[in-house]
Structure formats: C-alpha cells, structure tokens
C-alpha cells in the first residue's frame, strides 16, 4: 500500500462526515463491496449504489460522525481504527462505538470495505501482528 492509498482512506472520513455523496462516489469504485458493521454484505449493484448506501448508513441518524484515530499500512490493505458518534433519529439517544476496517483499494479508489468490531480482528485479517507498524 502506498501513502497515497491511505490519503484516500483519510478522505472517506471526511466525506463520509460531510455527508458528501458526491465525494463519496469519487472516492469508491461503483462495485465496491461492504461488509460487517452495517449488516451490509456483498458488492452494492443497481441504480446508484453508491447513493443507496450512503442514505442506508446515514438514515437511522440525526447525527453521525466518524473520527478516524489510527491508520495502518497492511499487506496489500489499509486499516482504519476509527470511533463512531451518533444520536439516533427516532429514539435521540447517543451512541458511541469502536469500529476498525479493512479496505482494499483498485485504481486509486476503496474497491472493499470490511468493517469489524474488534480491532485485533482487523489487524489479523490484515496481516498485521502489531499495533507499532501505524503510519501516523
């Protein structure tokens, strides 16, 4: 993996947090395939799917932010250790959680995303043993 794929790692964030679909569609590939946190599984397909996921994740929130907090280099992938902030819309209640992901990158742009809710599981998928092989 190179810097450059990290930096577009580190660009998901903030589009994701602007909630720029627009950035979000120049930052995946249209087949990219999502699994794990979001109960998502499989590539996305049909009629915008970059449009579809990002009203799916973002619905069930009044508000929601991810702050990216480690990045790694792995072998062949990037791995984000990231928290997430939401107030659910109906009930207002907020949440916070630890989330990590996987990604692989095609062509300059996320072409995989799976997330996981235990950081050293993520590490392992991505061949890393350590934590000390951080980028930042």
Do not use: C, K
């Amino acid at each position: 993996m190179s810097r450059q794929d990290v930096e577009i790692v580190r660009r998901s964030f903030g589009a994701w947090n602007e909630g720029d679909v627009e950035a979000i569609r120049r930052i995946y590939t249209e087949d990219v395939l999502v699994a794990g946190g979001s109960g998502l599984g499989g590539s996305l397909g049909g009629g915008d799917p970059i449009g579809r996921w990002v009203a799916d994740v973002r619905e069930p929130w009044a508000e929601v932010r991810w702050d990216l907090e480690r990045i790694f280099d792995g072998d062949g992938v990037v791995v984000g250790f990231y928290r997430v902030f939401g107030t659910g819309r109906r009930s207002g209640v907020e949440v916070v959680g630890d989330l990590a992901a996987v990604y692989s990158i095609r062509d300059g742009l996320i072409a995989s995303e799976r997330v996981y809710l235990d950081h050293a599981e993520a590490l392992e998928a991505a061949g890393l043993r350590r934590a000390d092989s951080a980028l930042d």
